[in-house]
């Protein structure tokens, strides 16, 4: 019954590689999310979609593209991963529009780069 | 509290005691407030929210309290138990403009046996 899914739980990988980390959720939810938590804990948020549309983009490099192929699903692909991209990525989802609270968080995706 | 180099705030209570975890907040047109317990290997959860427009809520053992004017919140947390250790976040938002969730620093909750 898990409600928000991501894929892998750890990521360990070179430096210069594409890597992707995938997001589900079953709670019917219209809008989603990926945040960075860095060493320090501080978490923040890099895009949100609702209904596969993109509403924030965070000022992310654009090596990092999401992708939503359905409301339920939001991927995150990064291209030629660097040493400052070690970090958990977490998804996360609110129903509603935009801004609309709470939201609930997967696991999270650690990424390591070597 | 703010995070000092790579330590997070520590708050060390007893089981049974009760925890305050304070939060200063930057925004003064922040609408809504929450709090989440992040637990080890876990995701952020939510647990309680206040409205801009409210100075107090509460929930079960927990409560949050707004004060504006000096732009502070915080989570009090009744009898803690050892499942309350967890490091916890307030986070804010405004609803207008981008209406991003805007998360503050952290501070870890240890609970001694």
């Known amino acids: 019954d898990t409600a928000v899914s991501q894929t892998p739980k750890y990521l360990v990988t070179q430096m210069g590689n594409d890597k992707s980390i995938k997001c589900e959720q079953n709670?019917?939810?219209?809008?989603m999310y990926w945040y960075k938590q860095d060493s320090k804990k501080f978490l923040k948020i890099m895009f949100s979609?609702?209904?596969?549309?993109?509403?924030i983009n965070e000022t992310v490099p654009n090596r990092f593209s999401p992708k939503s192929p359905d409301k339920a699903h939001l991927n995150l692909h990064i291209n030629s991963l660097e040493l400052g991209d070690s970090a958990v990525y977490f998804c996360?989802?609110?129903?509603?529009?935009?801004?609309?609270?709470?939201?609930?968080f997967g696991d999270g995706t650690r990424l390591s780069i070597l | 509290g703010e995070s000092v180099g790579l330590h997070l705030p520590t708050l060390s209570v007893q089981e049974g005691d009760n925890s305050i975890i304070n939060c200063a907040y930057s925004?003064?047109?922040?609408?809504?407030f929450i709090w989440y317990k992040q637990e080890s290997g876990k995701g952020p959860q939510f647990i309680i929210d206040?409205?801009?427009?409210?100075d107090k809520r509460q929930g079960q053992r927990v409560t949050v309290l707004l004060n504006k004017t000096v732009k502070h919140l915080s989570l009090q947390i009744a009898a803690t138990q050892p499942g309350d250790s967890a490091v916890y976040f307030c986070?804010?938002?405004?609803?207008?403009?981008?209406?991003?969730?805007?998360f503050g620093s952290g501070t870890r909750l240890q609970v001694q046996p």
């Open positions: 996360a989802s609110s129903p509603g529009g935009q801004g609309a609270q709470p939201q609930h």
């Open positions: 709670l019917g939810h219209d809008t």
């Open positions: 979609y609702n209904n596969k549309e993109l509403i």
């Open positions: 925004n003064s047109a922040s609408d809504y």
């Open positions: 206040i409205r801009s427009n409210m």
């Open positions: 986070a804010e938002i405004r609803y207008t403009g981008r209406r991003a969730l805007t």
